[in-house]
T-cell receptor, first 114, second 114 residues
Framework: AQSVTQLGSHVSVSEGALVLLRCNYS??????LFWYVQYPNQGLQLLLK??????LVKGINGFEAEFKKSETSFHLTKPSAHMSDAAEYFC????????????FGKGITLSVRP | NAGVTQTPKFRVLKTGQSMTLLCAQD?????MYWYRQDPGMGLRLIHY???????AKGEVPDGYNVSRLKKQNFLLGLESAAPSQTSVYFC?????????????FGSGTRLTVV
């Protein structure tokens, strides 16, 4: 079984400030980890993913995430928030087995203040 | 370069009415999925398909049926709509094992049952 915990439902930062969105996972096998972004009235877009190899993963729009096995975490960061980053962000986990499916967290809404 | 297309984008149903949501993908993906998104609940898997002619239940399948007669299409049916089925429905597809590739999402269908 696998699960994802995204603590809190809303994060607010000032423009130019650090963005940190937390994600912890539970998986009985080595996981694949994903971050998706959903802009208002749109579908989900893949921001970045960790499968194997380097634990620091860079994605689109300046976001990055680090896989920390010891902490079972995959937190999403961006050094400087932009107004256009306001959206809902979902962390997801998948197992490495055949026919695996993504399990999503409940999502975090990011607001960016001018 | 359409990706995943969902129709319709919006629909209002009366309780007890039936309808079918259509998902079409042009990426030759084997796997297709139907999710519903509700505030504070994240994305919950309704049904999925691992190939043409196959379907399987997800986390919240009650009240829904699906069919995958053609590889590129995945239909979600509501036989007798209930207000509890008011939600945003997302279709997604993936190439073989989702762990390696992640999902491609459609833009969603916003359904209101009155």
């Amino acid at each position: 079984a696998q699960s994802v915990t995204q603590l809190g439902s809303h994060v607010s930062v000032s423009e130019g400030a650090l963005v940190l969105l937390r994600c912890n996972y539970s998986s009985s096998v080595p996981p694949y980890l994903f971050w998706y972004v959903q802009y208002p009235n749109q579908g989900l877009q893949l921001l970045l993913k960790y499968t194997t190899g380097a634990t620091l993963v860079k994605g689109i729009n300046g976001f990055e995430a680090e896989f920390k096995k010891s902490e079972t975490s995959f937190h999403l960061t961006k050094p400087s928030a932009h107004m256009s980053d306001a959206a809902e962000y979902f962390c997801a986990v998948s197992s490495t087995g055949a026919n695996s499916k993504l399990t999503f967290g409940k999502g975090i809404t990011l607001s960016v203040r001018p | 370069n359409a990706g995943v297309t969902q129709t319709p984008k919006f629909r209002v149903l009366k309780t007890g009415q039936s309808m079918t949501l259509l998902c079409a993908q042009d990426m030759n993906h084997e796997y297709m999925y139907w999710y519903r998104q509700d505030p504070g609940m994240g994305l919950r898997l309704i049904h999925y398909s691992v190939g043409e002619g196959t379907t399987a239940k997800g986390e919240v399948p009650d009240g829904y049926n699906v069919s995958r007669l053609k590889k590129q299409n995945f239909l979600l049916g509501l036989e007798s709509a209930a207000p509890s089925q008011t939600s945003v429905y997302f279709c997604a597809s993936s190439y073989l094992n989702s762990g390696n590739y992640g999902y491609t999402f459609g833009s969603g269908t916003r359904l209101t049952v009155v």
